[in-house]
């Protein structure tokens, strides 16, 4: 009987699939960054970033509250990027989505190409590089993405995904909505503001689940290069193995990972609330030769029917003009998903023109 063979994909189904080739040994040209990370300017001072104790936010002492909220207006402005400790969280319940999701990307290449999403807002989407579809050069990434709410979606396999990350989202998505409160108090706005004005009980939470396979020539490729995040606030945790840097005073900062705390950011959608008082920021992953990285980025934004512009309360005079345009969400986060991943290029979509 005749056997066919199928003819080899154009394109690896996954960097897991590439990494674990018989004898693959030197990177595809195609996974080459122009820009060697190392080659740029990385900060030479010791910086750490901002410690925000998610117990002081909550606290019933007025104080101690209104003094974090300080400390988080701050964290805000200056980084834009903060350490979240004391979030009530249990630990076993981090490590469990991360087994989980480190369990979704060990299926078959089959079994995951199941998911291989086609239009960015499918609620979950398997896929490699950021857009590949587009990406002119591959990132050294494999993803998951999963809308968690305002509907709760979960891939089959691995059995226990769906119960851990229904319970690890919606602990997280109270944590982000605490944060969210405190954020709209240190600028100066109703503790329930963007709450209410963006219908968070309809808000995106999308859980992002990034796998970074050893990389044979680290220094060349890059896991994901610099971009900021589309919506509110990020909470992101990661398997204790590094690679994350963020962008501060023009510097590149290495952010070692703290075991038990989230690492925040505010997305653009803070950034065009706020008519650019707190800023959202670059940030990427690079990847090594020698562990898998895997990082589990959870974005939490408006409700996608939303129309958000500055908040009318920091543009009421003439010396503030709005710096923005109002934009729908979806609109949005269909044109950044949808396109090459370029910095906070998105952001000049909305940006009113300096005339
Ligand atoms: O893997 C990381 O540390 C960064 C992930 C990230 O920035 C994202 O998923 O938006
Ligand atoms: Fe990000």
């Known amino acids: 009987m005749a056997v066919t063979h199928p003819s080899p994909p154009q394109k690896p189904t996954s960097v897991k699939a590439l990494a674990e ?12 960054f122009p820009k060697h990370p190392n080659g740029e300017v990385f900060s030479d001072t010791k910086e750490s970033i901002p410690t925000i104790d998610f117990s002081l936010l909550t606290s019933s002492n007025i104080d101690e509250r209104s003094k974090t909220i300080q400390e988080l207006g701050k964290a805000c402005k200056d980084w834009g990027f903060f350490m979240v400790i004391n979030h009530g969280v249990p630990e076993s319940m981090m490590k469990a989505i991360i087994d989980a999701c ?22 979950i989407r398997f896929g490699t590089s950021f857009n590949a579809s587009v990406d002119k050069i591959l990132c050294w990434r494999d993803y998951l993405k999963i809308f968690q709410h305002p509907e709760f979606h979960s891939p089959r396999r691995p059995p226990a995904f769906r119960e851990i990350a229904r ?6 998505r109270q944590v982000a909505k605490e944060i969210l409160r405190g954020i709209s108090e240190s600028l100066g706005l109703e503790d329930n503001y963007i709450d209410e004005t963006l219908d968070l009980q309809n808000g995106l939470q999308v859980l992002v689940a990034n796998f970074y ?30 690679g994350l840097q963020v962008q501060h005073n023009g510097k590149w900062v290495n952010i070692d990972p703290i075991p ?3 690492l925040a950011n505010i997305g653009d959608h803070i950034e065009i609330l706020s008519n650019g ?56 986060l269909e044109l950044q998903q949808g396109s090459m991943l370029n910095g906070k290029s998105c952001l000049d979509i909305v940006r009113n023109k300096v005339i």
């Open 21 to 32: 080739s018989p004898g693959f040994s030197s990177l595809p040209s195609v996974y080459t």
């Open 102 to 123: 480190g369990e979704f990307f060990e299926l078959t290449e089959g079994e995951k190409g199941e998911y291989e999403g086609k239009y960015v807002l499918d609620p």
């Open 167 to 172: 319970e690890y989202s919606k602990r997280v």
């Open 213 to 242: 396979p050893p990389c044979p020539q680290p220094e060349l490729a890059m896991g994901l290069p610099a971009h900021s995040d589309h919506g509110l606030l990020t909470l992101l945790i990661q398997n204790q193995i590094g």
């Open 260 to 262: 038990n705390s989230f």
């Open 277 to 332: 008082k707190y800023n959202s920021v670059l940030h990427r992953a690079v990847v090594n030769n020698r562990d898998v990285r895997i990082s589990i980025a959870m974005p939490h934004g408006p409700a996608l029917d939303a129309v958000v512009g500055p908040a009318s309360k920091l543009v009421e005079d003439e010396r503030n003009p709005p710096e923005y345009r109002a934009m729908k969400y979806k609109e949005y």
